[in-house]
């Protein structure tokens, strides 16, 4: 079954440290991948979006995500996490256009001072 | 911007009540989703319509069904709420045929006492 595993449920990263959050997909022709984040109490915002061309792209707020088909990933990275990232993350694959979305289990993120 | 209105922010409804979520999106999107949000299983799909009065079943269709009559507007029904379907409830849309425009309900969060 098509599926999305996120491995780490919750990270805790300090204020200017770098973040790494990990994505799996299995495996897929032509994924189209999503990163998504809510804050408390909010919806899901999108931070940035895979279709293809360059393998790494750029989001908003400061992150990017690199798509690694040998690995069957798309990790999502920021180098310098600020207290207003801490929130939590889900990745998201589609295998055909306008399909449904199937999400991971999310990781929350939380920033120390 | 699109723009997809859930009726309700917060609900609570009794035990073996009958329960409807509504979903409205003014785009003329062909495609409507719903979605249950719970902590550590991130998002899954209950139930999915590609048009009007169409409908498939998600990863977990059980104890739900759906409405679509009108393009616009897709509806959840709990036919007996259970208190295991206390949860956040996403509803979402997209264009046939594009991955680009999936966008997202605020949810509502649907507790069953």
């Known amino acids: 079954a098509q599926s999305v595993t996120q491995p780490d449920i919750h990270i805790t990263v300090s204020e200017g440290a770098s973040l790494e959050l990990r994505c799996n997909y299995s495996?897929?022709?032509?994924?189209?991948l999503f990163w998504y984040v809510q804050s408390p109490g909010q919806g899901l915002q999108l931070l940035l979006k895979y279709f293809s061309g360059d393998t790494l792209v750029q989001g908003i707020k400061g992150f990017e995500a690199e798509f690694k088909r040998s690995q069957s990933s798309f990790n999502l990275r920021k180098p310098s996490v600020h207290w207003s990232d801490a929130a939590e993350y889900f990745c998201a694959v589609v295998y055909n256009q306008g399909g449904k979305l199937i999400f991971g289990q999310g990781t929350e993120l939380s920033v120390k001072p | 911007d699109v723009k997809v209105t859930q009726s309700s922010r917060y609900l609570v409804k009794r035990t073996g009540e009958k329960v409807f979520l509504e979903c409205v999106q003014d785009?003329?999107?062909?495609?409507m989703f719903w979605y249950r949000q719970d902590p550590g299983l991130g998002l899954r799909l209950i139930y999915f319509?590609?048009?009007?009065?169409?409908?498939e079943k998600g990863d977990i269709p059980e104890g739900y069904s759906v409405s679509r009559e009108k393009k616009e507007r897709f509806s959840l029904i709990l036919e007996s709420a259970s208190t295991n379907q206390t949860s956040m409830y996403l509803c979402?849309?997209?264009?046939?045929?594009?991955?680009?425009?999936?966008?997202f309900g605020s949810g509502t969060r649907l507790t069953v006492v």
């Open positions: 785009m003329d999107h062909e495609n």
């Open positions: 495996y897929g022709a032509t994924p189209y």
């Open positions: 319509s590609y048009d009007v009065k169409m409908k």
């Open positions: 979402a849309s997209s264009l046939e045929g594009t991955v680009r425009s999936y966008t």
